[in-house]
């Protein structure tokens, strides 16, 4: 526990030894905008404490070292005194500082969702020798309340088309079956992640048939099972889908389908804890930073930038902690474009590196739960329309989760997440039932708004470091498919940190540098 002194200048006195500098002076505890004053921070022995006093017997010097239980009826004694002519009795002097992020971390990571704490595991799994790297995650909504993990529909597939996506969807569901192999802790219970493996049931119309094939194709290729199926073989394993405008569909066979976000989260999270990775409750505010010039290949002048403190600013308060680091790791998901920003990434003459952005922004995104009693069973999969609507099995009560992403021009305002209830009368209902016409008869019972961390370059991850803010590492902008792809992209960011790599799966196509080169990931199967 710490305590603040209210001397300005008794930061390094008897009870301040041990307590961390920065450059120094006491770093702890500062207030934003505070016009120049710093308070000081002391830390009280934890068995002992030295006092002074004005005893004429010894004439200030000091009286002695006084045992516990001595020391807790002197300060009592004191505190009652002080109390008496204070407004109120208002004096705590033990204040209690536990809330604080620590003044040293090797690894700062903005964002705590499953991005976030996957970075973190794989660091204290891969790290040699053990203990040897110091974590810590800073997330500012810490109920989770907004957070794209915990209002997501859950869903794992390795139905894409680039490879790098498949890959990383087919580690990932083999760490989440198999998951407490790597996040159990002692004397606690098992996790029950609840994966429901009834795949993914895509449909395609005329148009998209081909892109459909050649997807499936490279599906295979990288080890998924995945069968196509013609409208015909459609009604005969599915006869409760109208088949009307489907030419082809494709249907994952094992591997697919859905868990619960919020268990790998919470299992996650205590998994880090039990590691000895830090956590604090806080929003970064600011990043200190040293610069040098250098120049291109192309003989472009650029600055290179290293991050040296990462400013935390404490909930409902002005007060902030500087937190000194040598990385830091960018998985703050749809906020991120801001942390970057914060960093200086994009400061520059648009058109070069320096002005590159990091193209990641909030998108908001409706699930609506519904109910029907005459609706698909439990052999339902997860199914996206070539319309783009999507919908899946809740539970065994006939209740089901779905939904459907706007156009650019129906973009919702992602100022808050209120949802929009004529979207699913105009946009999702319709489609929807359609293709299964048991749903004409559907009701909403409810539905929320989430966020997507949406790359709007090419609607895929971006993993790694930046190339001019050198100690900042990315892993945001996954679009929808950060939750499922989330295991792996933390042991990819880990593997990049610790060998300066990619070791279990090429993630290069995922590098910032492809914004400022202009090579878009084509990835067919974005919902």
Known sequence: ??????????????????????????????????????????????SYVTFRTRDPTHDGKTVGRLGEGDQNGKVSEIKKKIQSVLPRGAWNPLRDTSYLPPEHSDVVIVGGGVIGLSVAYWLKRLEKPQGAIRVLVVERDHTY????????V?????????????QLSLFS??????????????????????FNPSGYLLLASEKGAAVMESSVKVQRQEGAKVCLMSPEQLRNKFPWINTEG???????????????PWCLLQGLRRKVQSMGVLFCHGEVTRFVSSSSHTET??????????????????????????????????????????????????????????GTQLPVELRKRYVYLWHCPQGPGLETPFVIDASGAYFRREGLGNNYLGGCSPTEEEEPDPGNLEVDHDFFQDKVWPPLAQRVPAFETLKVRSAWAGYYDYNTFDQNGVVGPHPLVVNMYFATGFSGHGLQQAPAVGRAVAEMVLDGHFRTINLSPFLFNRFYLGEKVQEHNII
Request: hydrophobic share 35%; charged share 20%; with cysteine.
């Open 1 to 46: 526990m710490l305590r603040r002194a209210l001397q300005p200048g008794l930061s390094r006195g008897v009870l301040g030894r041990g307590l961390g500098t920065h450059r120094g002076r006491s770093t702890l505890g500062k207030v934003e905008g505070s016009g120049g004053y710093r308070g000081s921070w002391v830390a009280p022995v934890s």
């Open 145 to 152: 309340s907004q957070a794209s993990t915990a209002l997501s």
């Open 154 to 166: 859950g869903g794992i597939r390795q139905q894409f088309s680039v490879p790098e996506n498949i």
């Open 173 to 194: 569901v083999e760490f989440l079956r198999n998951i407490n192999e790597y996040l159990a802790v002692v004397d606690d219970p098992p996790l029950d992640i609840q």
């Open 246 to 260: 489907v030419a082809l569909a494709s249907y994952g066979m094992e591997h697919e389908g859905w868990f619960d």
């Open 297 to 354: 290949t192309s003989g472009e002048e650029v600055t290179l930038r290293r991050i040296h403190e990462v400013h935390v600013k404490m909930d409902r308060s002005l007060e902030y902690q500087p937190v000194e680091c040598a990385l830091v790791i960018n998985a703050a998901g749809a906020w991120s474009g801001q942390i970057a920003e914060l960093a200086g990434v994009g400061k520059g003459p648009p058109g070069t590196l320096q």
